[in-house]
């Protein structure tokens, strides 16, 4: 941690012998020990504690995180819901002749009110037949590959010759 070699070390200790006195110098390591325990004890709680309050931030950024989502599916759900809007538009169908049989308006008024969709046109041409094609342009005789065969590899100029064929397994004779 100081990065303190043993020279260093050695030389810090005969200083203190020097000042400090052989005879107090037991006291004052042990005193020197005890202090760096304590502060060592300190800096242990201090990150636990750290680390504590890390993780309870962590956990409630989570917690919130998981509020903010709940929240959203609630108003999501709760501003789509297909049963309510097929109920409302199928309600409003409903009391529309309803309200202008109320009102005295004929049913062709409202009928002539609602237009008709267009008629749906084809959104591309139909398809070119193709051209026509000349079969007796074709020649339609198969053709026949010449025969290919195999030869033996030859040895360099100057290597031997080996029989590469595997050996030739004689029958064996029955002897009894």
């Given amino acids: 941690m100081f990065d ?12 203190a012998l020097i000042f400090i006195g052989p005879k107090e110098l037991p006291a004052t390591l042990r005193a020197l020990g005890q202090m760096t325990g304590k502060v060592r004890r300190m800096a242990g709680e201090f990150r636990s504690q750290f680390d504590e309050a890390m993780r ?6 989570i917690r919130k995180e998981f509020e903010s989502m709940n929240d959203a ?15 409302d538009e199928i309600k409003g169908a409903v009391d529309k002749p309803a309200a202008a049989a109320a009102t005295g ?13 267009p008629a749906a046109e084809p959104a591309l041409p139909p398809p070119e037949a193709p051209p026509a ?3 007796a342009s074709f020649d339609v005789r198969p053709e026949t590959p010449a025969p290919v065969t195999a ?5 360099a100029d100057g290597a031997p010759a080996y029989d590469v064929s595997p050996p030739r ?5 029955d002897t009894a």
């Fill in 133 to 135: 094609v000349d079969v």
């Fill in 105 to 117: 308006v004929a049913a062709g008024e409202i009928a002539g009110a609602v237009s008709d969709p």
């Fill in 73 to 87: 599916a609630s108003s999501t759900s709760s501003s789509f819901n297909p049963i309510q809007t097929i109920r």
């Fill in 151 to 155: 030869s033996a590899p030859q040895p």
């Fill in 4 to 15: 303190i070699s043993w020279g260093e070390m050695l030389l810090i200790g005969a200083a």
């Fill in 169 to 173: 397994a004689e029958p064996q004779k």
């Fill in 56 to 61: 309870e931030a962590d956990v409630q950024s």
